[in-house]
């Protein structure tokens, strides 16, 4: 399966792959409007994201929020699982596209997530409390959850489950403005799309 990372913003990106289980990313570097394919096992797991390439040092940053590309191939069904994440936060606009996906198969949570695009081409405005600073420069927003840390946030301990961890303030205003995203930990229903498809295009400033 074959995941192509576009590079539509107006910068160069380090880019970061993280296979689940595995305790270091891999990065790599695309310049402003170029593209890095990336052929991957099919039953792969994991994540993209990007951050604006720091020049000389391209890990800088590397604990900064950043908005994440999460899959899982051949999952439930045979279907490919696939979403964008800001549940850690989020720092650059983002969206995947399927491949020349097929008909087959179906989405258990309705139809637009079926071979769908989640995207946030605006990412919302940063609350001042959660904002990333870097020489006077907003880098990138956190979630509630890793700011803070709490159970209400986390849906953690005693607010581990659906029930008690409704939506909060800080995840229901990133919904607002991009609501294909997954905000917090219990908002699969409306944030994950399942499809099979001969791969997947990742774009960063779509």
């Given at each position: ?158 607010k581990d489950t659906p029930d008690k961890c ?41």
């Amino acid at each position: 399966v074959k995941i192509v990372i576009k590079n539509d913003c107006d910068y160069d990106l380090s880019i970061g792959k993280l296979d689940n289980g595995a305790s270091s990313p891999e990065l790599s570097q695309v310049s402003k409007g170029s593209e890095k394919t990336y052929s991957l096992d099919g039953k792969w797991q994991g994540r993209f994201w990007s951050r604006e390439s720091g020049g000389d040092n391209p890990t800088a940053g590397a604990a900064d929020p950043a908005s994440l590309a999460e899959f899982t191939f051949k999952g439930h069904g045979g279907n490919d699982y696939y979403d964008v994440s800001f549940v850690d936060g989020y720092n650059i606009p983002i969206r995947i596209d399927p491949i020349n996906p097929s008909k087959d198969g179906g989405a258990d949570n309705g139809e637009q997530y079926h071979c769908g695009a989640p995207a946030c081409s605006n990412v919302p405005k940063c609350p001042d409390e959660l904002k990333v600073m870097k020489d006077g420069k907003e880098v990138g927003c956190k979630s509630a959850c890793s700011k803070f840390g709490t159970e209400e946030y986390c849906c953690s301990g005693s607010k581990d489950t659906p029930d008690k961890c409704p939506a909060n303030k800080y995840s229901k205003q990133v919904k607002d403005v991009c609501p294909d995203v997954y905000t917090y930990a219990y908002d699969d229903t409306t944030s994950t799309f399942m499809c099979q498809s001969e791969g997947y295009t990742v774009t960063f400033c779509p």
